[in-house]
T-cell receptor, first 117, second 111 residues
């Protein structure tokens, strides 16, 4: 089966610019996650969707970050305006859901590496 | 936020077993222990998970202590391709349970 797709793979922008990342989860996976991974740290969950609804966005900096998952499939994560500290890898993951139970495996995409200058 | 404690790094000789410890003393009864690994420049990859019994799959074995306060991931015959950061995570199975990655253990497999 095809894995989680993300684009672009790399992005360089200047501070105060805006940027958007795209994720296409594995077909049939209802749950989608966006993580931020700063160099040397583990991934930090930014937002979790189930279908097109938000389950958890408690760690999303809502003044500058936004995410949507229209039609419950693809998702976009946007940063506007970007700050230097947003330099990180942005990972998308998806998992299967049966009822309220998430199956154990999260499948991760390759990530988008963002550098803010 | 992370509920687990892991050593920052470990070395292992190629062909030998790699034993990666994890402390999760505050784990609750309905929380599972998951292990993921992240090879350089790739997204994390699922390895194994368990509740209270020991588990084994084609990649690794998971040993959970009887009190469930700690666990060990065992790679029986480490290869150079097992060099990665290994994350131990505890969470419940429901869609409202959060998934916290700590800093993980960097395993260096040496020839």
């Amino acid at each position: 089966e095809a894995g989680v797709a993300q684009s672009p793979r790399y992005k360089i922008i200047e501070k105060r610019q805006s940027v958007a990342f795209w994720c296409n989860p594995i077909s049939g996976h209802a749950t989608l996650y966006w993580y931020q991974q700063i160099l040397g740290q583990g991934p930090k969950l930014l937002i979790q969707f189930q279908n097109n609804g938000v389950v958890d966005d408690s760690q999303l900096p809502k003044d500058r970050f936004s995410a949507e998952r229209l039609k419950g499939v693809d998702s976009t994560l946007k940063i506007q305006p970007a700050k230097l500290e947003d330099s990180a890898v942005y990972l998308c993951a998806s998992s299967l859901v049966k009822g309220r139970v998430i199956q154990e495996t999260q499948y991760f995409g390759p990530g988008t590496r963002l550098l803010v200058l | 936020d992370a509920k687990t404690t892991q050593p920052p790094s470990m070395d292992c000789a190629e062909g030998r077993a790699a034993n990666l410890p994890c402390n999760h003393s505050t784990i609750s009864g309905n929380e599972y222990v998951y292990w993921y690994r992240q090879i350089h420049s790739q997204g994390p990859q699922y390895i194994i998970h368990g509740l209270k019994n020991n588990e084994t799959n084609e990649m690794a074995s998971l040993i959970i202590t009887e009190d469930r306060k700690s666990s060990t991931l065992i790679l029986p015959h480490a290869t150079l391709r097992d060099t990665a950061v290994y994350y131990c995570i505890v969470r419940g199975l429901y869609n409202f349970n959060k998934f916290y990655f700590g800093s993980g253990t960097k395993l260096n497999v040496k020839p």
